[in-house]
């Protein structure tokens, strides 16, 4: 089938039903045109009144109506033709020509429309999707809004391989030889019988040939047929986390002739997975180092872009990273893709909810009738990735503790199985959220006043829930009992914030194996401790690796001033604040002590200093807060106050020196945190700088020093862009000195503008609380950064970025489009 690109030229408005639009014209808009994916609700404006809330980071929800229009030429006729969307958010309906031509309520699996009977050959026809998200609460986070991924037309013979008809397996996967599993799913929507064959060829990454098969089928008017291959391929190179190779599979249809063609990528490699070694890839035990993300990029909102989720892959794997679960959805084929290519392990998740909704409008509404097409699409998008090794069938679903609702969750495994045999399934199992009806009531009796206790929400249960009862429900007989069968229907068992249970799993069984599929930032050292310990503790997923939008300020450092005692933040924050890379991918502190606490650094200490204005204040405590530090020594107007200098490191002992003064030499790991020291001292300009020893000798050292006075300093981290692509260009923008010390006490407003061959998909900084929209021009820095995005425009040329500031030499870059 023909795949091309059909993202180009769409129009969107709010929806407006029929009889709406005829007594009220006036909630009638004029379309505007847009370019998918497309995310309306980022381009919307924020109010704490809006029902989205701290959950949807307070932003405007509309139903919205996308249209666009096509010419489908004469001799396309007799041939069959689908749309593919990749995700819409949410509720979709489709219409071509007026004609209802399908409809798909989950807003994160891909669906395809047969739309070949509703088609004018030879003329102009009107494509119309509705996206009902209007309706709110319809998610914990930020959702986004609209056709917020790509969509495809596909063109095809009536006679073709099938929409995700190829599907790839390596039973067999050695240094020296691999067997290549290949069953191709054929179909013939015409009457007449018909003989073909279907040709298949291996290709290297270089395109050469190094395998093929052709196999001899006969298939009866509008029947489906699977051809199944074994193909040897000899010294295979395997797919793994240092070099993830990546083959092609190209499908030939013949059937007098070329009646169809389709190429696929895929890695060679092996799964196995027992308690004593646990997860091995190509026999090799790995330990999941893992992140959990959630689907939007920031000031990009939910719009999947190619390069967004490549930048985001390629900055995981460079800081340490190894493994990505997706919360709480099928993960983007565009993600996928970037995982495949940059060599990192995906957990992905089938959804937040089963039949019970967490939120009003949630995909509880429709689980019971579409769960099982939603999870055939996932397994089906994911089965040709070598970086998925593990399916969650949930995350946090309270039916885990039912006697009669578990049952769920052995349907939805059994149908995986049924399509997939090669990988593992988990479910992401938060243990109190599973009895609920027996921990709200001790809640009310012991904490009446507690926001959980009132509410039963589970993220404000586990916020408010005191450590001796919390200890007592995680290991007790009455938790046991009620997830016993949730268990037993896995493959891998997934706790949420549960390390205590880590420990007890081999006394229930010698056959369990755990992972931490979700787990509070700060608690690496203990819970890595763990995992390497134990063959059966496969990894840990950090709740979260990267920020998100909305679930606001769960990550807010508070003092007692300003503490938040919710679980959300009040308005105007927007983000959660939780993540090791903020919202424009630069990486916090507790990136780089995880990094060392996995081994990476090569002993590189690293150093982050607490804010001096907040110096004596206790903090607040939560899951998602590691300190309020940055890595800075620029501290104007404190010369001379007690400041606190943080030192992370795998080293036995570190020393901090002051403009060459030391501070005093101590061991590495207090009653804070392991890998982890620090020095209550005082400020002063100049440099500040750690050194650590093994054994008395000097292993590594790391600086910092005061910035002066700042200019623009602004970096491209694309060469060029191609016309009419989801191309985007990251540019960041900083204050630095003339020694490129970044200057994060210095605020600026910082004014960008685009000319030429580009479009400014978005701007914005990494504050978590703020008013400002990721569509104006003018921001103000965080921290002495902002980032802006540039997309390829349709036309070649070059585009030109701007950026101002008061007081300061603009600087111009320049993106050539090609």
Not at 128 to 157: D, F, H, L, M, T
Not at 559 to 576: M, N, T, V
Request: hydrophobic residues 35%.
């Amino acid at each position: 089938m023909l795949r091309e690109n059909f993202n180009d030229n769409w129009k969107v408005c709010r929806s407006v039903a029929a009889l709406d639009a005829l007594f009220y014209p006036e909630k009638v808009q004029e379309p505007k045109p847009v370019t998918l994916p497309h995310d309306a609700m980022i381009c919307s404006g924020r109010s704490p009144e809006y029902p989205t809330a701290g959950g949807g980071a307070f932003f405007k929800a509309e139903n919205l109506e996308y249209t666009k229009t096509f010419f489908v030429p004469k001799e396309d006729q007799g041939k069959v033709i689908y749309l593919e969307f990749e995700g819409v958010m949410q509720y979709a309906f489709v219409w071509v020509n007026g004609g209802f031509a399908g409809q798909h309520p989950y807003a994160y699996s891909n669906f395809y429309v047969n739309i070949t009977d509703f088609l004018r050959f030879g003329e102009v026809n009107t494509v119309k999707v509705i996206a009902k998200n209007g309706a709110q609460p319809n998610s914990r986070w930020y959702s986004g809004g609209g056709i917020y991924r790509n969509v495809k037309i596909i063109k095809g013979e009536p006679l073709h391989i099938s929409m995700d008809g190829v599907m790839i397996s390596t039973p067999i996967a050695e240094s020296d030889r691999a067997v290549v599993e290949v069953r191709t799913k054929i179909e013939n929507e015409n009457l007449g019988f018909r003989c073909g064959w279907l040709k298949t060829v291996i290709r290297d990454e270089d395109g050469a040939e190094v395998a093929k098969e052709r196999t001899k089928f006969h298939i009866f008017s509008e029947g489906t047929l699977t051809v199944q291959q074994r193909i040897y391929v000899k010294n295979p190179k395997l797919w793994n986390l240092d070099a993830p190779y990546l083959y092609t599979c190209e499908s030939i249809l013949e059937s007098e002739e070329i009646r169809d063609k389709t190429a696929v990528s895929f890695g060679i490699r092996s799964l196995t997975l027992d308690p004593e070694r646990g997860l091995q890839l190509n026999r090799r035990t790995v330990k999941l180092k893992g992140g959990c993300i959630h689907h939007d990029n920031g000031m990009l909102g939910a719009a999947t872009f190619e390069d967004a989720e490549l930048r985001r892959a390629m900055l995981h794997k460079q800081a340490g990273y190894n493994a990505l679960r997706s919360a709480h959805y099928p993960m983007s084929k565009a993600m996928l893709d970037a995982c495949d290519r940059t060599g990192l392990l995906v957990m992905d998740e089938f959804t937040d909810v089963w039949t019970s909704c967490k939120c009003d409008f949630d995909y509880g509404f429709s689980f019971a009738e579409w769960w099982e097409r939603d999870v055939e699409q996932m397994v089906y998008k994911d089965y040709n990735h070598p970086c998925v090794v593990l399916y969650s069938i949930g995350n946090e679903i309270p039916e885990a503790g039912s006697p009669t609702d578990a049952s769920w969750g052995r349907k939805i495994a059994e149908k995986i199985r049924s399509i997939d045999k090669t990988r593992y399934i988990t479910n992401a199992l938060n243990l109190p959220g599973a009895i609920l009806d027996v921990v709200v009531p001790m809640m009310r009796a012991q904490k009446p006043e507690s926001a959980g206790a009132k509410s039963g929400e589970i993220n404000q249960v586990s916020k408010d829930m005191q450590q001796d009862m919390r200890s007592w429900i995680l290991n007790s007989d009455i938790m046991q009992e009620r997830i016993e069968e949730s268990c037993g229907v896995l493959d891998v068992i997934g706790y949420n914030y549960t390390t205590e249970r880590y420990e007890n799993e081999p006394k229930l069984s010698p056959n369990r194996i755990v992972v931490g599929s979700e787990t509070s930032p700060a608690a690496l050292a203990e819970n890595w401790e763990l995992v390497e310990k134990h063959g059966y503790l496969i990894g840990d997923f950090s709740w979260t690796s990267w920020d998100y939008l909305g679930e606001v300020g769960i990550g807010h450092f508070g003092y007692e001033d300003d503490k938040i005692d919710r679980f959300y933040g009040d308005y105007p924050w927007i983000a959660a604040y939780s993540g090791d890379f903020d919202l424009t991918g630069f990486r916090r502190p507790i990136s780089f002590w995880r990094e060392i606490i996995w081994g990476g650094r090569n002993h590189t200490p690293y150093m982050a200093v607490q804010r001096p204005g907040r110096y004596g204040q206790k903090p607040a405590d939560g899951n998602h807060i590691w300190t309020d530090s940055i890595s800075s020594w620029t501290w104007p107007g404190y010369e001379g106050h007690p400041i606190i200098a943080e030192v992370y490191s795998d080293a036995e002992e570190a020393e901090l020196f002051i403009n060459g003064i030391s501070q005093g030499r101590k061991p590495v790991g207090d009653e804070f945190k392991k890998f982890y020291c620090k020095w209550e001292t005082v400020y002063e300009t100049g440099e500040v700088e750690a050194v650590t020893y093994i054994g008395g000798k000097e292993v590594g050292r790391f600086r910092l020093k005061t910035a002066g006075t700042p200019r623009l300093r602004v970096e491209k981290e694309s060469e060029s862009l191609r016309a009419g692509t989801n191309d985007l260009c990251f540019i960041n923008i900083e204050l630095a000195d003339e020694n490129g010390i970044l200057n994060t006490a210095v605020q600026k407003d910082i004014t960008v503008s685009l000319t030429g061959a580009g479009i400014l998909q978005a701007s914005g900084s990494a504050d978590p609380r703020t008013e400002e929209n990721y569509y104006d021009t003018t921001h103000k820095t965080f921290y002495g950064r902002v980032l802006a995005v540039v997309r390829a425009g349709e036309e070649k040329g070059t585009a030109r970025l701007t950026v101002s500031a008061e007081g300061m030499d603009s600087v111009v870059v320049e993106i050539p489009v090609v």
